[in-house]
């Protein structure tokens, strides 16, 4: 999730150059905010996949289709190889 890779890029950066260490350990406010910001954004981005209401498109939806064209898979299969015996 985007708000993972970003909490861990910023951790990165601030490893890889001590000035920026030093100005965030300064402001320690700005990364216990940026901390919760994104936290809460992965919560956002969970809810809203995993939201069951049938008007958005979320993982259930996709799991439904998936189910759709697996569960059709042997009838085409089948439909197919009889038209190759006829041949």
């Known amino acids: 999730m985007v708000c993972c890779y970003t909490h861990a890029a910023i951790n990165?950066?601030?490893?890889?150059?001590?000035?920026?260490?030093?100005?965030l350990n300064r402001n320690a406010n700005f990364?216990?905010?940026?901390?919760?910001?994104?936290?809460?954004?992965?919560?956002?981005?969970?809810?809203?996949?995993?939201?069951?209401?049938?008007?958005?498109h979320s993982l259930y939806q996709l799991l439904k289709a998936t189910q759709l064209i697996l569960?059709?898979?042997?009838e085409r299969a089948s439909s197919a190889q009889a038209r190759r015996s006829r041949r």
């Open 12 to 23: 990165d950066i601030a490893v890889a150059d001590a000035t920026i260490l030093q100005k």
């Open 31 to 56: 990364g216990a905010l940026t901390h919760l910001v994104l936290q809460g954004m992965l919560f956002i981005v969970l809810a809203r996949i995993l939201d069951t209401n049938p008007d958005v």
């Open 71 to 74: 569960s059709s898979l042997p």
